[in-house]
């Protein structure tokens, strides 16, 4: 069953082949604010640098050579702009490139993440990028792909069951300190009120004997 669904959805997956175009400067944008706090966690910075740069390609490129002090392109003898091959990092844009890195780079860092404080964050940021690639392709296709057979879907139901697993724990701990406190204020009280039984017995008590010393001594008075 699961391998004719990716059978299906490979087919879907081939027909975006290098047709559409993926503006990713939000996810960028936000990834950019975490690089930059550091409240962040050292380890959540790592893991986010990470995914990142798998966001990026090493692009070859030729550019005019710029004078260091005013910043103005040089010239060569002819009057012709010197130009130098330069490597820069370019975004990805390329919708079905982008979906490559999602299932393979991006979910490699979610599993590497699951069961500690990033997984959220980590996650969140995935499914950034895979909204990101729904709203690009106008037409639905790679959304309809993805609803047949999506690689990293998996590794969000073991997330989820994490998650839940986690919920569960916490609260059936919460349930058992409620009934901890529960069972101690019930305690406190049947305290008490043996503590007021032996008080009411004991001023009872000193009263009784008082009136039968009271009694004793006016009958002998009269």
Request: contains cysteine.
């Amino acid at each position: 069953m699961n391998q004719r669904r990716k059978d299906r959805s490979k087919v879907l997956y081939d027909s975006l082949e290098g047709q559409v175009e993926v503006d990713i400067t939000p996810l960028l944008s936000r990834l950019d604010d975490i690089l930059a706090d550091n409240t962040q966690s050292k380890s959540l910075r790592e893991e986010l640098k990470k995914f990142r740069d798998s966001l990026f390609d090493d692009v070859e490129v030729e550019r005019a050579v710029l004078d260091k002090d005013t910043g103005i392109p040089r010239i060569d003898n002819q009057g012709n702009p010197l130009m130098e091959r330069v490597v820069e990092q370019q975004p990805v844009t390329d919708l079905m490139a982008l979906h490559r890195r999602r299932t393979s780079d991006i979910e490699q860092i979610v599993k590497d993440n699951f069961g500690n404080p990033n997984a959220s964050t980590v996650i969140g940021l995935r499914e950034d990028l895979t909204e990101l690639l729904d709203a690009a392709d106008i037409s639905g296709t790679y959304n309809l792909a993805r609803r047949v057979y999506d690689p990293s879907k998996a590794s969000l139901q073991v997330a989820e069951q994490s998650a839940i697993g986690r919920l569960l724990a916490w609260l059936q701990t919460n349930k058992r300190q409620r009934l901890l406190k529960k069972f101690s204020i019930q305690t406190f009280l049947f305290s008490r009120c043996e503590t007021l039984k032996g008080c009411c017995k004991q001023s009872i008590l000193k009263a009784g004997r008082k009136s039968k010393n009271t009694l004793f001594k006016e009958n002998l008075i009269s």
